[in-house]
Nanobody, 128 residues
Framework: QAQLTESGGDSVQAGGSLRLSCTASRTVTCMAWFRQTPGKEREGLATIYGGDDSTAYADSVKGRFTIFRDGAKNTLALQMNSLRPEDTAMYYC????????????????????????WGQGTQVTVSA
């Protein structure tokens, strides 16, 4: 079991920045950030592999968002820059054991089905 605690959600204007943080209760293989809006599927945004800190991003956030370890191995951050109104969503931190890496073909998967541990979510609202 791994418990995840997120923080950092807020309301900002378009073009602004936010940093989300997530702390896991133990070291895991893959950690990731997802987001979800009502009526839509949970979208994988960015992943990081515990073995070598390699990362992967969804096209929708590539170049604007950065996932990284923030100090301790089990502390994760998502730096979000150049925010847009369409980034408004509930953001979730997630963690997985080796299956997300194996099933991801050598990088941590962005599919929510591969992650068994989830935070409670933190709301990000971007106004035009």
């Amino acid at each position: 079991q791994a418990q995840l605690t997120e923080s950092g959600g807020d309301s900002v204007q378009a073009g602004g920045s936010l940093r989300l943080s997530c702390t896991a209760s133990r070291t895991v293989t893959c950690m990731a950030w997802f987001r979800q809006t009502p009526g839509k599927e949970r979208e994988g945004l960015a992943t990081i592999y515990g073995g070598d800190d390699s990362t992967a991003y969804a096209d929708s956030v590539k170049g604007r968002f950065t996932i990284f370890r923030d100090g301790a191995k089990n502390t994760l951050a998502l730096q979000m820059n150049s925010l847009r109104p369409e980034d408004t969503a509930m953001y979730y931190c997630a963690a997985s054991g080796p299956s997300a890496y194996i099933n991801g073909g050598g990088r941590c998967s962005k599919s929510p089905r591969e992650y068994g541990f989830w935070g409670q979510g933190t709301q990000v609202t971007v106004s035009a």
